[in-house]
């Protein structure tokens, strides 16, 4: 099994909805920061959303605050990003992650600061989003 499949995403009109999962092995499951990171034509890569998925700890950009809500699920060792009030700007590659490194309360507060060794990459999904 891969350590992160994902599924979701799509094509949607501005205003519209969209969740994406992704599903991880047990191992790297098991306390990590998971989110999502997405990355727009012409433009870097950012941190959007991430759990602990020991619980306690969430990471949210500015950008999408009151927008997404990401969620997980312990039993099947998955973690949803629920997207409303899509914007065209919304749309890019999306790339689940799971950072073994940011543990507890670091997951919340730095969540996207670093991209090195320490993430597992999911094989990415692409959201697009109409005017």
């Known amino acids: 099994q891969a350590p992160l499949v994902e599924s979701g995403g799509g094509s949607v009109q501005a205003g519209g909805s969209l969740r994406l999962s992704c599903a991880a092995s047990e191992y790297t499951y098991r306390d990590s920061c998971m989110g999502w990171f997405r990355q727009a034509p012409g433009k870097e890569r950012e941190g959007v959303a991430a759990?602990?998925?020991?619980?306690?700890?969430?990471y949210y950009a500015n950008s999408v605050k009151a927008r997404f809500t990401i969620s997980q699920d312990n039993a099947k060792n998955t973690v949803y990003l629920q997207m409303n009030d899509l914007k065209p700007e919304d749309t890019a590659m999306y790339y689940c992650a799971a950072d073994s490194s940011l543990v507890g309360s670091l997951c919340g507060s730095y969540f996207g600061s670093f991209q090195d060794g320490s993430i597992t990459w999911g094989q990415g999904t692409l959201v697009t989003v109409s005017s």
């Open positions: 759990l602990y998925t020991g619980g306690g700890s969430i």
